[in-house]
């Protein structure tokens, strides 16, 4: 009898079963373990394995784990490990950080309790624009973008089919400082224009009844809603709007995604780590305020960046410029289609903002913060937002001086 043309071990590393039944095979022509074992390359204890594997009933190869593992964790720190999971959505880094913990000790806590792991949405490759972090200033560079929370390939089937049922807001509008990933949030019931014009002059207000007087730069995709589709479009909002916040823009390239990496990396954050974990609470919209205030809150002052030596965007913010009020990563959900028939939003009330070397025009600054100061005002206390006494107080305290 001739030598095989393929060798046991070729064979068991396609498929491991079938290489002991060739194993066997053989073994009835030749009735020699060791002529067996010669013919296949292999040693006589691999075919006095394959016999007894054959009595067992059983093929396969036995798995390789550990029957007792002696350094198991305690039932106690599982417990943690999965409740701050279910509580906040965290990878293993952030649990390990949080509960004081080995980072492979939250890893293997996970794999054992076969808890699922986040769906990392795959990544092009493209190159995305850059910024020197370095030389920008805290809200100079901004970036906007909206979600449409009815995302199949970001949200669980439970959550998505829910959200299908319920009459709750779908669009989620989002703006995030590229410096120290501060974001400001909004909804609405529609994407439009009207309603990006409302984003927008809010979060400029906003900025600047906190003191950032200089020029801002939003970059943002070609949508409708912000008015970039066309570009006579395009250049005839910014000269009868953005100008007169005080805004220049720009527009990502179209199928770019990756150029808007900040707001778009949030975004996933939002889907793993907020509606994924609270959507099924959202019952009114009195309620998804509530949740999403409170969502704002943990991002902005509790959650720590990775991206910010594992500080909050407060801390690293207050680093950078220790004067600003602490209440400027606070700003309120706002629902805009309630908003943009106001006439504080007409675009000829809008307020010019002379930009020369950071001199700003006190007098309009003053007026714009009045009327800017009594919406936020009845909007918070309207929804009865569960902002921290402390924040709230120094909130408003900005807006009365």
């Not at 060739?22 to 074992?37: D, F, G, P, V, Y």
């Not at 720190?77 to 880094?93: I, L, M, Q, S």
Request: charged content about 30%.
């Amino acid at each position: 009898m001739t030598k095989l043309p393929h060798s046991y071990r070729e064979l068991k590393k396609k498929d491991p079963e079938y290489a002991r039944e060739c194993l066997l095979r053989t073994l009835k022509e030749t009735k020699n373990i060791s002529q067996t074992a010669r013919l296949w390359s292999c040693s006589r204890n691999t075919v006095k394995l394959a016999i007894k594997k054959e009595r067992e009933g059983n093929l396969k190869d036995d798995s390789r784990a550990p029957h007792s593992v002696w350094n198991k964790s305690s039932s106690e720190v599982e417990e943690r490990v999965a409740k701050h999971r279910k509580e906040t959505g965290y990878g293993k880094r952030r649990i390990a950080r949080d509960l004081g913990l080995p980072e492979g000790t939250a890893r293997n806590i996970l794999s054992r309790l076969k808890i699922p792991t986040k769906k990392y949405r795959s990544f092009s490759g493209k190159r995305r624009k850059s910024y020197d972090l370095e030389k920008i200033a805290p809200f100079e560079e901004l970036q906007m973008d909206v979600k449409e929370i009815l995302d199949k390939k970001g949200l669980p089937k439970e959550i998505y089919q829910y959200f299908q049922r319920v009459k709750l807001p779908l669009y989620q509008w989002t703006c995030i400082d590229v410096k120290t990933r501060i974001r400001f949030l909004a909804l609405s019931f529609s994407n439009s224009w009207t309603c990006g014009r409302v984003f927008i002059a809010t979060i400029i207000w906003w900025l600047r009844t906190f003191g950032i007087l200089a020029r801002i730069h939003i970059q943002h995709d070609g949508g409708k809603e912000f008015s970039a589709l066309q570009e006579k479009s395009f250049k005839r909002a910014q000269k009868y709007f953005f100008d007169l916040l005080g805004v220049t823009r720009s527009l990502i390239r179209k199928g770019h995604a990756e150029d808007n990496a900040y707001v778009e990396r949030s975004h996933r954050t939002d889907d793993e780590e907020f509606y994924t974990l609270k959507g099924l609470e959202m019952k009114t919209l009195k309620k998804m305020l509530e949740l999403l205030s409170e969502w704002i809150i943990r991002y902005n002052i509790k959650r720590r960046h990775q991206g910010l030596n594992d500080l909050t965007p407060l801390e690293y913010l207050k680093s950078i410029k220790p004067e600003i009020h602490p209440a400027i990563a606070l700003f309120p959900p706002l629902i805009l289609d309630s908003l943009e028939t106001l006439p504080l939003f007409q675009t000829q009330n809008i307020p010019t903002y002379k930009i020369d070397q950071n001199v700003v025009d006190y007098y309009r600054v003053a007026k714009i913060k009045r009327e800017f100061y009594f919406l936020i005002y009845e909007r918070i206390f309207f929804y009865k937002m569960r902002f921290e006494p402390m924040f709230l107080t120094g909130s408003l305290a900005v807006f009365i001086s």
